[in-house]
């Protein structure tokens, strides 16, 4: 097997762009109306996870919430999806974060391929206001996916798609669920954020700052070299 990466798949929210703060803001005003008190501690949770999974885990919060029938929680669902784009409405590739255009940009020209491996509906959408659409081969949202991350069939149908095997692709996610998926797709895993969730994660950085293309491949090959056969 070569030890050289063939592409590297991406999360999107909160290592391209954060808009969590958009989901929290989204989800805190129907949390709101439902009379459920959610923090920024609780919003960690959604992180990475799809849309009515997040509201589960609000309803979860008062059992007298159990009994919602799944039309009530899909209108729901629809009107936290509202709230969010009018907030995303406003973004612009001043919103992508540090270092990421450089590593898509070293990424390219490297030849490896570039795939987006996210949980929103909104990932197309997204990327195109953010004006990174043209870097993308191929973009996985949950429109493609019937189990959501940690589940690792976001990264392989990016995988698929692209024809990869599995152990020559690099993902990047910040959210435990994320890199929980990349793992369990045999693929080698970066992780942006936190240690405390992330420790899982094949290759840890602190910030998409500190993303660094040559010093990503570098860690991968390290992993893979131990890997091989004498
Ligand atoms: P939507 P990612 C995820 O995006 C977010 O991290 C998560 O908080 C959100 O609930 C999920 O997308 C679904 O988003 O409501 O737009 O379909 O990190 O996988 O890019
Ligand atoms: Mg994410």
């Not at 936290?80 to 009018?86: A, D, G, I, S, V």
Request: glycine share 6%; charged share 25%; with cysteine.
């Amino acid at each position: 097997m070569s030890i050289y990466p063939k592409a590297i798949i991406y999360d999107l929210d909160g290592v391209i762009t954060d808009t969590a703060e958009f989901h929290f803001l989204a989800w805190q005003k129907i949390a709101q109306q439902l009379g459920i008190p959610i923090d920024r501690e609780f919003n960690e949770q959604l992180k990475g996870i799809g849309r009515m999974d997040s509201l589960e885990l609000i309803l979860q919060q008062d059992p007298a919430l159990a009994q919602l029938s799944d039309q009530e929680k899909e209108i729901m669902a629809n009107r936290k999806n509202e709230q969010y784009l009018e907030l995303v409405e406003t973004i612009d590739s001043s919103n992508i974060l540090p270092g990421i255009e450089e590593l898509l940009a070293a990424n390219k020209e490297q030849g490896l391929k570039i795939a987006l491996g996210s949980a929103s509906k909104n990932a197309h959408y997204v990327l195109d206001r953010l004006g990174l659409t043209h870097y993308f081969d191929y973009i996985v949202d949950a429109s493609q996916v019937s189990k959501g991350k940690p589940d690792p069939e976001t990264f392989t149908v990016a995988a698929d798609a692209l024809g990869i095997e599995y152990p020559a692709c690099i993902g990047i996610e910040d959210s435990a669920a994320g890199v929980a998926a990349i793992n369990a797709a045999h693929m080698f895993s970066v992780g942006v954020g936190d240690a405390a969730q992330l420790s899982d994660a094949d290759y840890l950085v602190e910030a998409t700052s500190q993303l660094d293309f040559k010093e990503i491949v570098e860690r991968y090959r390290r992993k893979m070299a131990l890997k091989e056969p004498d």
